[in-house]
């Protein structure tokens, strides 16, 4: 048995030896942000499938890292789930779809609507009951996003806020953990995207997506640009693109892949 | 009365601690075989994951920790080795050894994953690799499994080295017939940590084995770890929650699973050392 695994071993490590001088045909790299991660994903086995011999490798790290590795040329297409800075100019990005960011109550909230000030007031600790925004007499159970996420630096910057000025009761990472919480506690208020948000109402979890100024979190209202806060999801390059890149960025953009964006509860722009 | 007491509250710690465990395994468990399918484990995932199954992952965690155990159990015994049998005309080199390993035993695995990102995948150019990823949980394993092995070799019984002395055994023969095989317990321990750290790690080999959930045709390739998969699921994938819970039902099974094997590929070895030779 020991003699078995061992000639295993060996073998594999000839195989490894061997493939380094394999070449390598149509290969595209990809890398950034984890929320567009899973989407390209899907979208490059799809291309794979329509062009037979080509290998897209897609990786993850995050926003920066998707910028800084089509910079020094170890991606060919960088994930920003983001708009580009002033300082990235550099780069040309390419809209492929939008992720709203839609506000949270428990479903049981009689409150509907919240105006910008009334959210930067219960993020900043001044509102502290939902009385003092025409809800029934509960104190408000703030919930703030971890740093380091780009739902955070979106909603700071929306709201233009600092994240030393939010005075929360909770601080949560991803999107799953803040529908949780706030479909726990009765008087919490959260921010998540809308697409994940749609997902669990619909699957019977106690929570409720509110208007913002007015303006109604669904999907579509993103889609049609008739909600503010969103952010966009992108595919940045440093050159024009050219041959495979071209391609596969023309048809992450194409109509060939909105069933796909949809799937991943994101809106195809 | 305070003796009782005191009976009590450490019972009281320890039944803590068990349920604990017993707790997230059930939790994992019940949760897991509600998604949980033969055909999930040889299937390749749909969907980002949601459906599907999880065939390539777990062929490429395979890989990886093959690739890693095969480079830092012997490298690890060798040194080991050394430090306790060889070290000792060398003090000054020994001891700023060993303070290194211990410090390199504490650095979080994202460092690793950084400098493997930097050294195997950008500098040797081994690139987004499966290759990379088990290189790099080779080093973060290392340190551990080294200082473990260490100590077990030096609480072998002095009376051993010199009846070994006596019988005119050559050092190195000494070494390999009766120390190591004395040392087994601790070399398996060391095992199961690396093991289990290995195949738990999600931060190093997300910068170096990489996202890919493709079924790998080399080590070159990259491939998608189980773990990497199960946070990516959690974390990135609305509705991933019950594959995720699926798939580190299978994260479980699989330590316990290499845990047993690894006892036995040892236990199997020493005998031979032992008794055949």
Same mark, same amino acid.
């Given at each position: 048995m020991l003699r078995i695994f061992i000639r295993l071993l060996l073998l594999m490590y000839v195989l490894a030896s061997a493939s380094v001088v394999q070449a390598s045909g149509g290969r595209l790299t990809l890398t950034g942000s984890s929320t567009i991660a899973p989407l /390209?994903?899907?979208?490059?086995?799809?291309?794979?499938?329509?062009?037979?011999? +080509?290998? *897209?490798?897609?990786?993850?790290?995050?926003?920066?890292?998707?910028?800084?590795? +089509?910079?020094?040329?170890?991606?060919?297409?960088?994930?920003?789930?983001?708009?580009?800075?002033?300082?990235?100019?550099?780069l040309s990005a390419y809209l492929i779809a939008r992720d709203g960011i839609g506000i949270i109550t428990h479903k049981n909230n009689p409150v509907r609507n919240l105006t910008g000030d009334q959210i930067v007031g219960i993020y900043s600790g001044k509102i502290r009951n939902w009385e003092e925004v025409g809800g029934s007499n509960l104190p408000i159970t703030v919930i703030n996003k971890a740093e380091g996420r780009?739902?955070?630096?979106?909603?700071?910057?929306?709201?233009?806020?600092?994240?030393?000025? /939010?005075?929360?009761? +909770?601080? /949560?990472?991803?999107?799953?953990?803040?529908?949780?919480?706030?479909?726990?506690?009765?008087?919490?208020?959260?921010?998540?995207?809308?697409?994940?948000?749609?997902?669990?109402?619909?699957?019977?979890? @106690? *929570?409720?997506? *509110?208007?913002?100024?007015?303006?109604? @979190?669904?999907?579509?209202? +993103?889609?049609?640009?008739?909600?503010?806060?969103?952010?966009?999801?992108?595919?940045?390059?440093?050159?024009? @693109?050219?041959?495979?890149a071209k391609e596969f960025i023309a048809f992450a953009q194409s109509d060939a892949v909105k069933d796909i964006i949809e799937a991943q509860f994101f809106v195809a722009p | 009365m305070v003796d009782r007491l005191f009976g009590w509250l450490m019972s009281g710690c320890a039944a803590l601690v068990v349920s604990?465990?017993?707790?997230?395994?059930?939790?994992?468990?019940?949760?897991?075989?509600?998604?949980?399918?033969?055909?999930? &484990?040889?299937?390749?995932p749909e969907d980002s994951g949601r459906s599907g199954g999880i065939a390539p992952i777990l062929v490429s965690t395979l890989w990886i920790l093959s690739i890693a155990l095969v480079t830092a159990l012997p490298l690890g015994l060798g040194v080991a080795v050394w430090l306790s049998e060889f070290a000792a005309g060398r003090r000054r080199f020994s001891d700023i050894a060993?303070?290194?390993?211990?410090?390199?035993?504490?650095?979080?695995?994202?460092?690793?994953?950084?400098?493997?990102?930097?050294?195997?995948?950008?500098?040797?150019?081994?690139?987004?690799? &499966? &290759?990379?990823?088990?290189?790099?949980?080779?080093?973060?394993?290392?340190?551990?499994?080294?200082?473990?092995?260490?100590?077990?070799?030096?609480?072998?019984?002095?009376?051993w080295r010199r009846g070994a002395l006596a019988l005119g055994m050559a050092r190195s023969a000494a070494i390999w017939h009766i120390l190591l095989?004395?040392?087994?317990?601790?070399?398996?321990?060391?095992l199961v940590l690396g093991i289990g750290r290995a195949t738990a790690e999600t931060a190093a080999l997300v910068f170096?084995?990489?996202?890919?959930?493709?079924?790998?045709?080399?080590?070159?390739?990259?491939?998608?770890?189980?773990?990497?998969?199960?946070?990516?699921l959690s974390m990135n994938v609305t509705g991933g929650d019950s594959a995720a819970y699926a798939s580190?039902?299978?994260?479980?099974?699989?330590?316990?699973?290499?845990?047993?094997?690894?006892?036995?590929?040892?236990?199997?070895?020493?005998?031979?050392?032992?008794?055949?030779?």
């Open positions: /390209i994903l899907e979208v490059a086995k799809r291309f794979e499938s329509q062009h037979p011999g +080509v290998r *897209i490798n897609v990786q993850t790290g995050g926003s920066s890292r998707g910028i800084n590795d +089509v910079r020094l040329g170890l991606a060919d297409i960088g994930m920003v789930s983001r708009a580009l800075k002033a300082s990235e100019k550099d780009s739902t955070l630096e979106l909603f700071l910057q929306h709201f233009s806020l600092r994240n030393s000025q /939010i005075n929360a009761q +909770v601080v /949560i990472g991803d999107n799953q953990q803040g529908i949780k919480s706030v479909s726990a506690i009765a008087g919490a208020i959260g921010y998540v995207s809308i697409g994940t948000a749609e997902y669990e109402e619909n699957h019977g979890t @106690p *929570i409720k997506l *509110i208007s913002m100024e007015g303006e109604i @979190p669904t999907s579509e209202n +993103v889609a049609k640009g008739r909600y503010q806060f969103s952010r966009q999801l992108n595919l940045v390059v440093r050159n024009t @693109p050219v041959g495979l | 604990l465990l017993l707790w997230v395994l059930g939790d994992v468990l019940i949760e897991g075989v509600a998604h949980f399918s033969w055909s999930f &484990l040889f299937t390749e060993r303070v290194t390993l211990d410090i390199l035993a504490g650095v979080p695995s994202i460092v690793y994953g950084l400098f493997g990102n930097a050294f195997f995948s950008i500098y040797l150019g081994l690139g987004f690799s &499966l &290759l990379s990823g088990g290189l790099t949980l080779a080093l973060m394993i290392l340190p551990v499994f080294v200082r473990t092995c260490e100590s077990g070799l030096r609480a072998v019984n002095d009376e095989p004395a040392a087994r317990p601790a070399i398996g321990a060391g170096t084995s990489g996202y890919v959930d493709r079924m790998p045709e080399s080590p070159l390739d990259s491939g998608r770890a189980l773990a990497v998969h199960i946070y990516d580190a039902l299978v994260l479980v099974v699989l330590i316990v699973l290499l845990n047993t094997l690894a006892q036995s590929l040892l236990e199997d070895w020493f005998k031979r050392r032992v008794f055949v030779s």
